[in-house]
């Protein structure tokens, strides 16, 4: 009867000696209420009944929702949503007893872990104005992390993230916010239409001195070229006339038979080609005497001229 008692009492004990540690937890061990030793995943021993399993403690990531308002520096009230990403730090002795010793149980942890954030994100806010907030989502995280890094590594815990998913003001804030904008963007439609306005104009301006300029530059080339033509045309007949009174000089011929072939020829000219135009001219032998006297004391004046 006592060897199958001694086997009973013998499986007992190696049944409660036997502890299974799940992949990605720790257990912490005391003896008489004072810690021992750390029992890593798998099949582990301990001392039955005298060493017992404080408490096992999770080595994964883990994760908590927060909401919670602030409160700006102009006294605006913001609503925050954020996740929060942490974790044990390492799989250290001193870490570990950290982890398992610092709270009475996870409860408390998470709520100081909670409280200690929102504390660091109000006091972050508590400094700026309700515009700025909107676009400091960057750094209200790191500020959150310099000021919890320190405090967490004394728990044994990191903080790997803080996504601040929503930033909210309340309704009147809002509503204030956006006619804000909304007056700033036709502020800033109008001085966009007035500039578009300054530079057609500008540009209309530009464009008219310059086709002004050009009309100038042309009008001024084309009195250059007609001056021009009139004064090779001067030429050419001066040079035509000088010709054809030294062939009747040399032939013994009288220089005002050429005085009355141009005033022939500039009847004729008027005729062919007049176009309305009405022109008197004294067409009596009087009226031709006259002219050609006229004509051949200015081509006198013209000889003199040219011999001085």
């Not at 515009?131 to 995280?141: D, K, N, Q």
């Not at 062939?247 to 062919?272: G, H, P, R, Y």
């Not at 022109?279 to 006297?293: H, R, V």
Request: glycine content about 6%; cysteine-free; hydrophobic content about 45%.
């Amino acid at each position: 009867m006592i060897i199958p008692v001694l086997s009973a009492i013998a499986l007992v004990v190696l049944l409660l000696s036997i502890t299974t540690v799940q992949q990605g937890t720790v257990a912490v061990t005391t003896i008489f209420g004072k810690y021992n030793r750390i029992l890593f995943p798998g099949l582990n021993f301990r001392i039955p009944i005298i060493e017992s399993i404080f408490r096992k403690i999770s080595i994964q990531n883990r994760s908590v929702e927060l909401g919670f308002n602030a409160t700006t520096i102009d006294q605006a009230n913001v609503n925050f949503t954020a996740m929060l990403l942490y974790s044990v730090i390492n799989q250290e002795e001193e870490t570990i007893k950290n982890v398992a010793f610092k709270f009475i149980d996870a409860g408390n942890f998470m709520q100081a872990l909670t409280r200690s954030v929102e504390g660091s994100i109000r006091a972050y806010v508590a400094t700026k104005k309700q515009a700025e907030i909107l676009g400091l989502r960057r750094e209200i995280t790191e500020a959150v992390k310099d000021n919890m890094d320190k405090t967490l590594e004394e728990w044994g815990y990191h903080l790997i993230d803080l996504q601040i998913n929503d930033i909210n003001f309340d309704e009147e804030v809002m509503k204030s916010m956006a006619k804000v904008v909304a007056s700033n963007n036709m502020k800033s439609a109008a001085e966009n239409e007035g500039q578009a306005l300054l530079i057609t104009k500008t540009k209309a301006a530009e464009a008219e001195g310059n086709a002004i300029k050009i009309a100038a530059q042309a009008e001024m080339e084309a009195a250059q070229l007609r001056g021009q033509g009139i004064a090779l045309f001067r030429e050419e007949v001066a040079k035509g006339m000088s010709q054809a009174a030294k062939v009747m000089q040399d032939s013994n011929l009288d220089a005002s038979f050429i005085l009355f072939s141009m005033w022939t020829e500039s009847v004729k000219n008027f005729a062919e080609h007049g176009k309305g135009n009405v022109i008197f001219l004294d067409g009596s032998l009087e009226g031709m005497q006259k002219t050609m006297k006229e004509m051949m004391a200015i081509s006198r004046l013209d000889e003199m001229n040219k011999s001085k």
